[in-house]
C-alpha cells in the first residue's frame, strides 16, 4: 500500500525560507516520478517541481514561478522527498501536495497523470 505523508508548512514572512517533507512507503523511487503541487481556494492544482524516477533518467524539473528558489531532492535512505523553499513570496501561499506516478516527459507537469497523493500541507507568506 502506498503512503505519501507531507509535513513541514507554516507561516513565513516574505524572503523567508521553509522545506517541505514527503516521507513516501510501498514504492521505489526507481519506478515513482516525485513531485509537488500546490493549490490555492478556487483555483486548480498548479505544477511546482518534479523529481523524475531513477529509471527515467532522475531529472529535477520546475515551474518558471519558483525556478531558481524552490529545489526538490530526495533522500533514498529516509524514502523522503523535500522541497527546499527560499525567497519565499505571498503568491507562494497555498496548500502543498506531493505527489507519485509514473507520468511521461511530456505529461509530468499534469496532475492528473500522478496516482498517490500526499494530504497537503499548508503553507503561508506574508508580507
Known amino acids: 500500500q502506498v503512503q505519501l505523508v507531507d509535513a513541514g508548512g507554516g507561516l513565513v514572512q516574505a524572503g523567508g525560507s521553509l522545506k517541505l517533507s514527503c516521507a513516501a512507503s510501498g514504492l521505489s523511487y526507481n519506478d515513482y516520478s516525485m513531485a509537488w503541487f500546490r493549490q490555492t481556494p478556487g483555483k486548480e492544482r498548479e505544477f511546482v517541481a518534479a523529481?523524475?524516477?531513477?529509471?527515467?533518467?532522475?531529472?529535477?524539473y520546475y515551474a518558471d514561478s519558483v525556478k531558481d528558489r524552490f529545489t526538490i531532492s530526495r533522500d533514498n535512505a529516509k524514502n523522503t522527498v523535500y522541497l527546499q523553499m527560499n525567497n519565499l513570496k505571498p503568491e507562494d501561499t497555498a496548500v502543498y501536495y506531493c505527489a507519485a506516478g509514473r507520468p511521461i516527459l511530456s505529461a509530468l507537469t499534469s496532475s492528473s497523470m500522478y496516482e498517490y497523493w500526499g494530504q497537503g500541507t499548508q503553507v503561508t507568506v506574508s508580507s
Open positions: 523529481l523524475r524516477s531513477r529509471s527515467s533518467g532522475g531529472r529535477t
